[in-house]
């Protein structure tokens, strides 16, 4: 079973190195904009196997670092990590919900309602683009 969690950011930290930047050092994945956001962890057997950072600006809501342990892909925690992200920011009033997608993440953005927006860039060796998905604020749910 996983739980998913709000947790402090520095907690985010060791599995955003470890699966997002093995080649940097762990002093160098802290964020200026961390102490700005919302973090989030799945736990399994009360180990952090996924993390994601969530940020809000108005009705847009932004998440970065997405990070899923290697030893736990493919088995819907990611899925489910998306999914409590999209609730958070829709109950906090979002419209947009988007992320600066790796290249080789973005066939499992679009599998869960985000859009391609052309918005393509590199940055630090690594190839993005923009995807986003629109929110239905929950006051207006049935």
Avoid at 44 to 51: E, G
Avoid at 98 to 107: L, S, V
Avoid at 123 to 135: A, D, P, T
Wanted: charge should be negative; charged fraction near 20%; aromatic fraction near 12%.
């Amino acid at each position: 079973m996983v739980v998913i969690e709000q947790i402090r950011p520095e907690l985010t930290w060791k599995l955003r190195q470890q699966v997002l930047y093995p080649e940097s050092n762990l002093s160098e994945i802290a964020m200026e904009e961390d102490n700005h956001g919302y973090h989030f962890a799945a736990f399994k057997d009360n180990h952090i196997v996924a993390v994601v950072s969530l940020f809000n600006k108005d009705n847009d809501w932004q998440f970065r670092k997405f990070a899923v342990d290697a030893s736990v892909q493919s088995i819907g925690i990611g899925k489910t990590m998306l999914q409590h992200i999209t609730d958070f920011a829709t109950t906090g009033g979002g419209t947009r919900l988007w992320c600066n997608a790796r290249d080789t993440a973005i066939g499992f953005y679009l599998k869960y309602g985000f859009a391609h927006t052309g918005q393509l860039f590199s940055k630090n060796g690594f190839n993005y683009e923009i995807l986003e998905k629109q929110l239905t604020p929950s006051s207006n749910q049935q």
